[in-house]
T-cell receptor, first 108, second 115 residues
Framework: KNEVEQSPQNLTAQEGEFITINCSYS?????LHWLQQHPGGGIVSLFM???GKKKHGRLIATINIQEKHSSLHITASHPRDSAVYIC??????????FGEGTQLTVNP | SAVISQKPSRDICQRGTSLTIQCQVD?????MFWYRQQPGQSLTLIAT?????????ESGFVIDKFPISRPNLTFSTLTVSNMSPEDSSIYLC????????????FGPGTRLLVL
């Protein structure tokens, strides 16, 4: 069983919709990273969370440590948000274990 | 932040040969990692590159297949040895400044196709 489980695998939305991607993780993960990967392959770090909630522009990430669950929300989605979103759990030595990724497509 | 470059950006290689991928960071970093992303899959950690000592490999990865060097705090290489088509992947390096819950920065990746 993977230490990091992500859902959904694929998500299609209309421009303007509110989007939520979920991530559950197992014991031993000290922080949760949200990453964005564009079709060209480049990976950008969006958030790193060990507690609470973070917001950057239209992106919001939350984490519930007791439930070992994190969510990434995108408000007022736009076609340029189309990408793969990956959650990754950080274990000892700053090593990351990745979820399978969510392919998001936002249609105009 | 950290700016990371990788060379080559892509390559096509024949089976049985080896390829060395370079990762250069614009500032000193504590942690450097090498990942593999096979087609259609998410990333898998290959190893942690340790400055001045042998890399720490994850389960399923061995030094003979993926030798890693890290001569200083800004540079590392990953060699993919005796390649087979199953090694066709994107190889990425990432860095962090160390400590718990630090942002990781990723290089642009090296796309490798083995024929």
């Amino acid at each position: 069983k993977n230490e990091v489980e992500q859902s959904p695998q694929n998500l299609t939305a209309q421009e303007g919709e509110f989007i939520t991607i979920n991530c559950s993780y197992s014991v031993g993960i000290s922080a949760l990273h949200w990453l964005q990967q564009h079709p060209g392959g480049g990976i950008v770090s969006l958030f790193m969370l060990s507690s609470g909630k973070k917001k950057h522009g239209r992106l919001i990430a939350t984490i519930n440590i007791q439930e070992k669950h994190s969510s990434l929300h995108i408000t007022a989605s736009h076609p340029r948000d189309s990408a793969v979103y990956i959650c990754a759990g950080e274990t000892s030595g700053s090593r990351l274990t990745f979820g399978e990724g969510t392919q998001l497509t936002v249609n105009p | 932040s950290a700016v990371i470059s990788q060379k080559p950006s892509r390559d096509i290689c024949q089976r049985g040969t080896s390829l060395t991928i370079q990762c250069q960071v614009d500032s000193q970093v504590t942690m450097m990692f090498w990942y593999r992303q096979q087609p259609g899959q998410s990333l898998t950690l290959i190893a942690t590159a340790n400055q001045g000592s042998e890399a720490t490999y994850e389960s399923g990865f061995v030094i003979d297949k993926f030798p890693i060097s890290r001569p200083n705090l800004t540079f590392s290489t990953l060699t993919v040895s005796n390649m087979s088509p199953e090694d066709s992947s994107i190889y990425l390096c990432s860095v962090s400044r160390g400590g718990v819950a630090e942002t990781q920065y990723f290089g642009p990746g090296t796309r490798l196709l083995v024929l």
